[in-house]
């Protein structure tokens, strides 16, 4: 009997393993038939982020929505009827699109994917020691997920940003304040990857690590004031609102996360302002639990808690950035301890095949279901929270 009871969750890991290795198959082929196609480059969001860097070339402002439409018109070799989608990097990920600008939109695409996939071994590596498990089977549960293909032919950012919190995490556990503050800085990239992480290390009186990160953030946009003007940083803050609203796609709706269940349940565009508004106001709301999460008790879990519902709440997460949740489910997964590793496993192997099945069944489903297995993330630390805190004051005093 005890042989059989031990013998199911293995041969369900299994059956995970294979089914992930089917729709890694699967998306592979997919995504080399999409790359063969000439149109996929040009109508990546890569285009979108070249064009920003051409505009800096240029000597222009990548924030002017007249500039933008230009600069993708020159792309695509036409207007494109209701806007394009829009650049919404900060300036210093504007600087960094600059020298790709500078070469032929294919070649640019293709060095973009090598440093992408230099990206995603590296955070194979780094998940794998998070999670305390073997590598190849990492690989095999990163490298299936969907977002991972959507990332590789979009020319996305979500592989180096997913390997920047990896390492922030790591950074975090190891009590490392240099690795902290400079990874932390670095996803300045994306923003909302940022304040949820800063309010944890505020409330763990992480200073020395948080002035790091401010100088780093400081040593990446002293750059861009003397390319793009003192007042960049202040054009991309005001302006942003206004170019997310103006074009056609990359819509709330469109996000996988609350901000997105919420537009797709308002439904009315009209409403896209009251979305936004209590979208933002659950960030904050999160932002400070993350600070009391780490003025509380610094560690793992609540770290994991706080990482994991930064990106349930975040303001600005599609379906490649789901990449990110690699993060919370492998320190999930090694602060299990060796009595609850296996479900943390079965849940990993499950998430490629979980994507996969909810966008055939329905492509709408597909940026909804997804977010629902790492929903079990945050519910899972909480409860382990929970627990240890009934446990000390439970114990008996000595």
Known sequence: MGDAVTASPARIEQALVVSA??????????LGRALLDPATV???????????????????DPYDRAAQEAAMAHVLGTEREGGHLAFLLPPHAAMLFAPLAAMPLGLAFAVFGLLSASC??????????????????????????????STFRLGQLAILLSLLLAE???????????????ALGLLSLKPPFVPIALAYLAGARRW???????????????????????????????QLGGLENAF???????????????????????????????????????????????????????????????????????FHDLLAWSVPIALARGSAGADGR???????????????????????????????????????????????????????AT
């Open 42 to 60: 040009v109508t990546s969001d890569f285009a979108v982020f070249r064009a920003g860097g051409s505009i800096v070339l240029a000597g222009g």
């Open 208 to 238: 020395r690590a948080l002035g790091i990160a401010a100088a780093t953030v400081l040593a990446l946009a002293l750059p861009t004031l003397g390319v793009l003007g003192p007042d960049a940083w202040l054009r991309w803050a005001t």
């Open 21 to 30: 290795l089917v729709v890694l198959a699967l998306g592979a082929l997919d």
């Open 342 to 396: 296996r479900p943390w496993v079965r849940l990993a192997l499950a998430a490629p095949v979980a994507l996969f099945v909810a966008a055939a069944v329905e492509p709408a489903l597909g940026m909804l279901l997804p977010v629902a297995p790492q929903l079990l993330i945050p519910l899972a630390a909480t409860e382990r929270l929970v627990r240890e805190r009934r446990a000390r004051n439970t114990a008996p």
């Open 120 to 149: 995603l071994a590296r955070l194979v590596v780094v998940l794998a020691e998070l999670a305390g498990a073997d590598r190849r089977l990492v690989a095999i549960v990163v490298v299936a997920l969907g977002s991972v293909a």
């Open 248 to 318: 056609a796609v990359a819509t709330p709706p469109y996000m996988v996360c609350f901000r997105g269940t919420l537009a797709r349940l308002l439904g009315d565009p009209e409403r896209r302002a009251l979305t936004s508004g209590i979208a933002w106001a659950a960030f904050l709301v999160v932002a400070g639990l993350a600070f009391a999460l780490g003025r509380s008790r610094p560690g793992p879990r609540p770290f994991t808690l706080a990482v994991a519902l930064g990106l349930l709440f975040s303001p600005h997460l599609f």
């Open 168 to 182: 922030l995490a790591r950074a975090v556990r190891d009590g490392r304040d240099v690795r902290t503050g400079v």
